[in-house]
Structures are given as C-alpha cells and as structure tokens.
C-alpha cells in the first residue's frame, strides 16, 4: 500500500513535539510492516531511512498544497487535522483524518475520522479509534531507579495538567519530585525556590528518556478529560509506573497493569499512599506489556486495517 501521512511541520521537531513524533513513529511502523510510506512535511525536513519527503513549502501548509504533489498510485491519505472544508470532496484519493486533541463543542469533523481512545471517539459521538504507538527501541528501563523521586512531566503553565497539584501531592507524601516539559511557572517560582523539589525545564532525547527511567513513577494529576496522555506510555515502555486521574482515557491506557488511577478529588493521603505503592510494581513487567499493547508496530497495523476499511467504502463512525 503506498500511503501519505500529512503534517506540513519541520520533522523532526526541535523539542518535545507529541503529533510530531507519532507520526514518525507511525511512518516508521508502516514501512516495517512493508508498505511505501510518503510524509508530507516542511520543507528541509529529515525523515527515518526508508521514509520519503514530500517536500511542503514553508508559506503552504494547507491541503492543498498536497493535490500537486501525490505520488502517482498514492492509495489512501492520513491527515493528522480536518483538512480545509470542500477538499475531501475535490480529492480522488480516500483519505482518513486523526483528530490529536479535544474538540470544540458543536465541532463538526469529517467522517473517516479517527481518535485516540475509546473515551476519546465516545465524547466526540464516534466509535472509530486507534491508541497511540511508541518505537519502544527510544526507552529503555535504568540500572538503578530511584525509591520515592516521582515525576510530573507535562506543560507545566498548561493549568489543567495541574502542576499544583502534583506538588501538593508530593509535599504530601514527602518525596523529592522532579518537574519537566516546561519552564518554572512565575505564579509558583516563589513558592518552590527553596523547595526540595528539582526543576528540570524542557526535555527530550536521551534526558528524557532518562528521566523516566530513572523516576519510581510518572504523576499525572490532570485535571481535563485526556485524550490519549502519550507520556505515560513512554513511561510504562520505561518501566515506571503511573499515578493518574481518573479522567479521559487515563483508566483505558492504564487499565490492569500499568499502575494507580484515583479520582482527582480524593484526599492527598489516597495520592500519596498510591505513589508508595506502584513502587512496587516490577519494571520488567511494565515494559514487557507496554510493548504488546503501545508500539508503535501495533499502531501502523491498526491504522492499515482502518485504510482497508475506507478503501472499500466503509464510512468511519
């Protein structure tokens, strides 16, 4: 199957970059599966070996700007957003849409549209769904994890990933919690200066994947329905388990094995008592089943089945 994904961005992103590296992991569980697999991105950006470029201008970075440059034989099209009312009508080629965040009330989206989780589709009147995907070879498990060091890594200024919550918890349960993903918010930087607490900023790479393995676990108190939560993937793929909300489709990704969901109003002795305890969940055990259920190989195979359907007619609901 020859298959164009489309995200008219510079690949690969400079930081943290959720969408961005979906889709490259996706193109790269694609070519493996053995399927010629095209990105449509930014001008001048470098892709896996065995992806190739479909070279998008800086000043069009509509849909399309993708109608001229289809390879010949293209078989299906993957949006990463609704493209622009009226081309999906314009367009020969079957196409398929992701949506990566939470609608707008009263948003309408085109109809092979795909999300992110169950919870996801269902709060959006859909049914169709694929789970994110993680090249488990960028994760790997520590040598030596630390005993009550949690992790909050998120977007520390974004309010609903309830950074202040997470501080709170570990004052709390007294642990020594490391904060990634992001600068030190001015509304707390008072607060915690002479805290215990270890401010890491913005991460990716090699420091990030360190980061989550070395943590005894991910806390992920967030405060809105998640569509999917890609980090806590990354860090049950890196043996650290995960104490999160129950909102979204936080109870979906963790489901039996991957460590502690609670309501986000329940007492911080629930929290804490939580973050003592998946410490004892093994690494080995996380990692094994995160690879079953999240890789990224996993992922592509979802999707062909979902380019199988639309190709055959089968409208996506």
Same mark, same amino acid.
């Not at 034989?73 to 398929?96: K, M, N």
């Not at 549209?113 to 994760?139: C, I, K, Q, W």
């Not at 259920?293 to 190709?311: E, P, T």
């Given at each position: 199957?020859?298959?164009?994904?489309?995200?008219?961005?510079?690949?690969?992103?400079?930081?943290?970059?959720?969408?961005?590296?979906?889709?490259?992991?996706?193109?790269?569980?694609?070519?493996?599966?053995?399927?010629?697999?095209?990105?449509?991105?930014?001008?001048?950006?470098?892709?896996?070996?065995?992806?190739?470029?479909?070279?998008?201008?800086?000043?069009?970075?509509?849909?399309?700007?993708?109608? *001229?440059?289809?390879?010949?034989?293209?078989?299906? @099209? &993957?949006?990463?957003?609704? +493209?622009? $009312?009226?081309? =999906?009508?314009? !367009?020969?080629?079957?196409?398929?849409?992701?949506?990566?965040?939470?609608?707008?009330?009263?948003?309408?989206?085109?109809?092979?549209?795909?999300?992110?989780?169950?919870?996801? *589709?269902?709060?959006?009147?859909?049914?169709?769904? @694929? &789970?994110?995907?993680?090249? +488990?070879? $960028?994760?790997? =498990?520590?040598? !030596?994890?630390?005993?009550?060091?949690?992790?909050?890594?998120?977007?520390?200024?974004?309010?609903?990933?309830?950074?202040?919550?997470?501080?709170?918890?570990?004052?709390?349960?007294?642990?020594?919690?490391?904060?990634?993903?992001?600068?030190?918010?001015?509304?707390?930087?008072?607060?915690?200066?002479?805290?215990?607490?270890?401010?890491?900023?913005?991460?990716?790479?090699?420091?990030?994947?360190?980061?989550?393995?070395?943590?005894?676990?991910?806390?992920?108190?967030?405060?809105?329905?998640?569509?999917?939560?890609?980090?806590?993937?990354?860090?049950?793929?890196?043996?650290?388990?995960?104490?999160?909300?129950?909102?979204?489709?936080?109870?979906?990704?963790?489901?039996?094995?991957?460590?502690?969901?609670?309501?986000?109003?329940?007492?911080?002795?629930?929290?804490?008592?939580?973050?003592?305890?998946?410490?004892?969940?093994?690494?080995?055990?996380?990692?094994?089943?995160?690879?079953?259920?999240?890789?990224?190989?996993?992922?592509?195979?979802?999707?062909?089945?979902?380019?199988?359907?639309?190709?055959?007619?089968?409208?996506?609901?």
């Amino acid at each position: 199957m020859k298959i164009v994904l489309f995200h008219p961005v510079h690949l690969p992103p400079a930081d943290y970059g959720g969408v961005e590296r979906v889709v490259l992991w996706l193109a790269e569980g694609l070519r493996d599966l053995g399927h010629s697999v095209w990105i449509a991105a930014r001008e001048g950006s470098r892709l896996p070996a065995g992806v190739n470029l479909i070279s998008i201008p800086k000043e069009e970075h509509s849909a399309e700007s993708l109608l *001229a440059r289809l390879p010949p034989g293209t078989d299906i @099209v &993957h949006f990463q957003a609704p +493209p622009e $009312e009226g081309f =999906l009508r314009r !367009a020969a080629v079957p196409s398929v849409t992701t949506i990566h965040g939470n609608g707008k009330p009263g948003e309408v989206f085109p109809k092979n549209t795909v999300f992110l989780s169950r919870d996801h *589709a269902s709060r959006h009147g859909r049914s169709a769904y @694929v &789970h994110n995907g993680v090249n +488990p070879g $960028e994760f790997h =498990l520590s040598a !030596a994890k630390r005993k009550n060091s949690p992790l909050f890594l998120s977007k520390t200024s974004w309010r609903v990933k309830n950074l202040a919550g997470a501080l709170r918890i570990a004052d709390h349960a007294k642990q020594r919690l490391t904060v990634a993903g992001g600068h030190r918010p001015i509304g707390l930087h008072l607060r915690t200066f002479f805290s215990k607490h270890t401010w890491a900023g913005p991460v990716a790479g090699e420091k990030k994947s360190r980061l989550l393995a070395d943590a005894s676990a991910l806390l992920f108190p967030v405060i809105w329905p998640e569509p999917f939560g890609l980090v806590m993937v990354e860090a049950l793929l890196s043996g650290t388990p995960v104490v999160g909300s129950r909102l979204g489709s936080i109870p979906e990704v963790l489901g039996d094995f991957g460590g502690a969901v609670l309501d986000p109003t329940a007492p911080l002795e629930a929290w804490a008592e939580a973050l003592r305890e998946v410490q004892k969940l093994e690494p080995e055990r996380l990692r094994e089943t995160a690879i079953k259920r999240y890789s990224n190989l996993r992922m592509a195979a979802d999707y062909v089945r979902i380019y199988g359907r639309v190709q055959q007619g089968e409208d996506l609901v």
